[in-house]
């Protein structure tokens, strides 16, 4: 476990994290390709891809958890990468064992396999935050899917994906939609499969039909021509993620002929306003609760795919027969880094605007062709603008009733939010306190001081799992919800307070601008950066566990590019520096050859020839020519004259000037 004080943790920025994102996702990647091919262990294996996945997706979604942008996490993550990799590496070898190595390995199988569960479950620890959230998420998968943890991520990776990819498709202006459609292929439904039902009609604009052969519900919506390429964009993305529970399912498009319409699942009860119009105070606290809980779900959801639906209010949530909330109308949704300064407010939506957003519209600060040069001084809407919207939606649930209904002009409203008005709770009120306060943080009027979503997302959790779901029956609609079938995840709760930093360490990475590793690596290299300034750099990463930063601190240190002076000082800890990169896995080569150097000739630690070569050996399997070489003369010395002719000519062959001119002169062939 990481030994570690969150509460003086420093802020960091995502660009740090990114890597560390990656190489989980690479490591799943090679231990389910090591699964495809396994020889043996299969069951074990695929125990160990569970783990990882289930690791994968939770770090995954970091990119959404801003408040844990941290050198606490960022350690944590090194720990947990490190144990990873050592997991691929015991998957490799299980799974290619021989009858022979089976039979008697195991027992030593079997004491590997718990101690790195072990090793697991203690470095997962420091990352709960992440994991409590990915279980909330994993709580709105389908339930009838089956390895949910690789599933989520999957389509976590895949959506992310597309949607980037149709971002800049979208705003490429040489770009036009049907490049677009050859990109993303979406085809129609076929109109004919489906008929209205007896019962489908609902509005003008919305109407139920069935399958014709599956007997399947189904709700066709119609669209606009001027909106079809819109939604059709939209549609590719959006039938993806048809997993999560808490979102409206996507089938497609079709055409009657006459009109375009877009196929979703039926949700029976309707839209949630109609929904609290028909039951109002007879809906119980649970359900009030949990029906916030699924939408934070799927809001959740949305976010961790880089999608901001925009218009998050109660008739854009609709009701199923079983009383689960989900997210519906895409129509305003756009890329979470996509500008969104033109976006109109409507008059129903006024109810659910923040008041950033209400004042643009007050003073005119709407973006159109003539002034987009000042789209930097345009207030948009981001993330902190849904928060809001869900915060009022949030109160609605809780009170049975719409927002600001007391006021009829519009125009009032606006003024009244905009001057730091807000609904209040009923006094007496059975709605849990944690909730109301919840509500009230996500409506404040500074942006800054809302919750993330994430953080919604899990107190709403918290409230649900604890609020107690056997009540008085006052109410003639029953909770249908069972928790039976769904895993809580862990208790423990971790916060980070990273305005509690110290001065000093904030102060200190400040000296070097906070620059990546490998933007340091690459200063040096460039030779364009003081090397005081970059030791600063690798000392600061090597401190929260980074092997790399290690490697380059240590071999700074042998430099005389450090502020340490005794010679002894400087031997006796780029020896450890370098052993500990060395160490970490066989990623960084270079650490395992110098380390071996320092060890041959007794610098900073205990001279041992056996381990200096361990550690040559090791640099060499990974490639180092350098290593190679040393090798070859070492088993020359010792008089194993093939192995050593086996490590020169690799060494010669990659063009090692010294192993050349050693073969040239015993006229050896390479």
């Keep these: 476990m990481c030994d570690v004080d969150s509460s003086i943790s420093v802020v960091l920025p995502f660009v740090q994290f990114s890597p560390l994102i990656k190489e989980i996702s690479d490591i799943l990647n090679k231990v389910m390709d090591i699964y495809k091919t396994a020889r043996h262990n299969k069951n074990i294996t695929k125990i160990l891809i569970e783990r990882i996945a289930s690791a994968n997706s939770a770090v995954y979604i970091l990119q959404t958890r801003e408040d844990l942008f941290t050198s606490y996490y960022y350690k944590s993550l090194q720990i947990l990468v490190k144990v990873l990799h050592n997991i691929r590496k015991f998957a490799e070898e299980i799974t290619q064992y021989n009858k022979v190595q089976k039979l008697l390995g195991s027992k030593n199988i079997e004491s590997k396999y718990q101690e790195l569960c072990k090793e697991y479950d203690s470095s997962i620890e420091d990352v709960l935050e992440l994991i409590k959230f990915q279980g909330a998420l994993i709580e709105s998968m389908d339930r009838e899917i089956s390895d949910k943890n690789v599933q989520m991520s999957r389509v976590i990776e895949r959506v992310s994906e597309m949607q980037q990819t149709m971002q ?15 990109v993303f292929q979406e085809t129609p439904l076929p109109f004919g499969d489906y008929e209205e039902a007896d019962d489908g009609y609902r509005t003008e604009r919305l109407r139920k039909y069935v399958h014709i052969k599956t007997r399947e519900e189904y709700a066709f919506k119609i669209i606009e021509n001027e909106h079809i390429n819109q939604v059709k964009n939209q549609v590719s993305i959006l039938k993806k993620i048809k997993d999560c529970q808490n979102i409206i399912h996507f089938y497609g498009l079709t055409n009657d002929g006459s009109k375009n319409y877009i196929v979703t699942e039926w949700a029976e009860n309707k839209n949630l306003r109609e929904y609290i119009k028909e039951h109002g105070s007879n809906i119980e606290t649970r359900l009030k609760i949990r029906i916030a809980y699924d939408i934070a ?6 976010n961790s795919v880089n999608i901001i ?9 609709v009701i199923t027969d079983h009383d689960v909330a989900k997210i519906t109308n895409f129509k305003l949704s756009r890329g979470i880094n996509t500008a969104t300064g033109n976006m109109m407010v409507d008059r129903e939506q006024i109810r659910y605007s923040a008041p950033e957003i209400l004042r643009r519209g007050i003073t005119g600060e709407i973006m159109n062709n003539d002034n987009r040069e000042n789209i930097k001084n345009i207030t948009k809407y981001d993330i902190k603008c849904e ?6 939606l949030l109160w609605e649930i809780a009170e049975s009733k719409i927002s600001y209904s007391q006021f009829e002009d519009f125009l009032e409203i ?7 008005y807000r609904e209040r709770f009923t006094k007496g009120t059975e709605i849990p306190e944690k909730y109301q306060i919840l509500v009230n943080k996500s409506v404040d009027p500074n942006p800054g001081l809302r919750p993330m979503l994430s953080k919604i997302l899990t107190d709403l959790q918290d409230i649900f799992k604890n609020y107690p779901s056997e009540q008085p029956n006052t109410s003639s609609r029953p909770d249908p919800f069972d928790s039976s079938d769904s895993s809580s ?3 423990r709760k971790m916060t980070i307070d990273t305005n509690a930093a110290n001065d000093e360490t904030i102060n200190f990475m400040e000296e070097f601008n906070y620059m990546t590793i490998e933007q340091a690596v690459e200063l040096h290299k460039n030779n364009t950066e003081e090397k005081a300034t970059l030791y600063k750099c690798f000392d600061a990463y090597a401190k929260m566990d980074n092997p790399r930063a290690k490697y380059w601190k240590a071999y700074y240190i042998t430099k005389g590019w450090s502020d340490i002076k005794s010679q002894e000082e400087q031997q006796k800890l780029s020896a450890e520096l370098f052993k500990e990169a060395a160490d970490y896995g066989d990623e960084i080569p270079e650490a395992q050859l110098r380390y071996a150097t320092m060890v041959m000739h007794g610098k900073g630690v205990k001279q041992n020839m056996e381990e200096a070569i361990e550690y040559f050996l090791k640099a060499a399997k990974n490639d180092h020519v350098v290593a190679i070489f040393n090798v070859a003369t070492y088993y020359f010395s010792i008089g194993k004259v093939e192995l050593g002719n086996y490590y020169i000519i690799k060494a010669a062959s990659k063009g090692y000037e010294q192993a050349i001119k050693y073969c040239n002169k015993k006229g050896i062939t390479y």
């Design 297 to 302: 779900k799927g809001l959740n959801f949305l």
């Design 489 to 491: 995840p862990p208790s």
């Design 309 to 317: 639906h925009r218009d998050i209010r109660s008739e854009n949530i």
């Design 387 to 392: 928060v809001y919207s869900f915060g009022i």
């Design 168 to 182: 800049i498709l979208m705003d490429d202006e040489g770009v036009d939609q049907t490049k677009i459609d050859n």
């Design 414 to 420: 606006t003024m009244k939010v905009i001057g730091g």
